[in-house]
């Protein structure tokens, strides 16, 4: 199984910042720990073994949470470094420079997704997939673009969120698997979104898949739902490993 994941933690989370103040959204609390404590105790669980942090925004406080990362999850941590915000494509590009194996599994450093991760992977490998996304079925998709599923599970399409949408919707859950040889195969720019860049402008060319997962799920990207994840995640990691 893949053993690497990298995690999105550069985000300036500027629509947290009346309830977080100054902080990278990974080190925002939710009950008495950063959530970025959450995300690496679930990552130890489904026996990932070394985490790539794309880092940027008062990065240091990532950092000394995380100095004894290797003791408290038995996970090595190395980072990568973005003086200036990369976007998320240009992110995951630089971080996959310091992944070892053929893939990684990509986490947005905002969301917590409950699902196997050992899953995803065989889900992948199963269908030839470059990449393969956790997908999440919500009651109410107003805060998220949706994606349209074929019967075979291929991914048809990525669609942004539009004004007033609302109602049931499948949508991306912020964790998937991809293969490393993507990002010599698409040669992008230092600077570019993963989403509109990569994921729209390639998704004729690649073979993605979707598995919609039942795991937990919350983004604590706004402060709904950051006030939120204080009640879902309160019985989570509540014994450390």
């Known amino acids: 199984m893949t053993e690497e994941a990298i995690i999105l933690a550069g985000g300036l989370g500027t629509r947290l910042r009346s309830v977080v103040h100054d902080l990278p959204k990974p080190m925002a609390e939710v009950n008495g720990r950063p959530f970025i404590h959450y995300v690496m105790h679930y990552l130890a669980t489904q026996q990932v073994k070394t985490v790539v942090l794309a880092v940027s925004h008062k990065r240091e406080t990532i950092q000394n949470f995380l100095h004894d990362a290797f003791d408290r999850y038995g996970i090595n941590v190395r980072y990568s ?22 893939s990684a599994f990509i986490l947005n450093g905002d969301t917590y997704f409950d699902v196997s991760l050992a899953g995803l992977e065989n889900f992948a490998l199963e269908r030839n997939a470059d990449l393969a996304f956790a997908l999440k ?12 599923l074929s019967p ?25 698997y991809m293969n490393k040889s993507l990002t010599s ?17 390639h998704l004729t060319e690649l073979n993605v898949y979707g598995k919609i997962c039942d795991g937990l ?11 939120l994840s204080q009640q879902l995640l309160k019985d989570v990691c509540q014994h450390e490993l």
């Open 137 to 148: 079925e919500v009651e109410n998709c107003s805060r998220y673009g949706t994606v349209n």
């Open 217 to 227: 799920f919350i983004d604590i990207g706004i402060p709904g739902d950051y006030f």
């Open 185 to 201: 195969k698409f040669p992008k720019p230092e600077k570019f979104s993963i989403e509109q860049d990569f994921f729209h402008q």
């Open 81 to 102: 470094v973005e003086e200036e915000l990369l976007g998320t494509g240009g992110a995951i590009f630089k971080a996959f420079k310091q992944v070892e194996g053929k």
């Open 152 to 176: 075979n599970q291929g991914i048809q399409s990525f669609n942004e969120k539009t004004p007033g949408q609302t109602g049931r919707g499948i949508i991306n859950g912020g964790i998937y």
